[in-house]
């Protein structure tokens, strides 16, 4: 399952798309997920969509609205929103810090 979301962070990962690929019951899921790794397959979704476009801001020149695009976020405000609340920095911050090439 970790797998499977790291190579489609840029698509829709819904709840029914993940259980018909594990072949479990969504409320199944959700419990076994949890289970394993401590957090709700949302979050931990959310959460790698924005580490995934943290590396991408600081490794490349892609615009904000293509990182979010790649990153599977509606638009470049739903990203900082995210950015902010997982990391504390918009992606503006971030690529203020980022050390000149």
Do not use: C, N
């Not at 029914?16 to 419990?31: F, P, Y």
């Not at 609205?65 to 609340?85: C, D, I, K, N, P």
Request: overall charge positive.
């Amino acid at each position: 399952m970790l797998d499977y979301v790291e190579a489609h962070l840029s698509e829709p990962l819904t709840i029914d798309t993940l259980s018909r690929i594990a072949s479990a019951s969504s409320s199944h899921l959700r419990t076994w997920f949890k289970a394993a790794t401590g957090m709700t397959l949302h979050r931990y979704v959310l959460r790698r969509r924005v580490e995934r476009a943290r590396s991408l801001i600081l490794g490349s020149d892609l615009s904000t609205s293509e990182v979010a695009y790649l990153t599977g976020f509606a638009h470049q405000s739903h990203l900082a929103h995210w950015m902010r609340r997982e990391i504390g920095q918009t992606p503006r911050s971030l690529r203020r810090t980022r050390p000149k090439q």
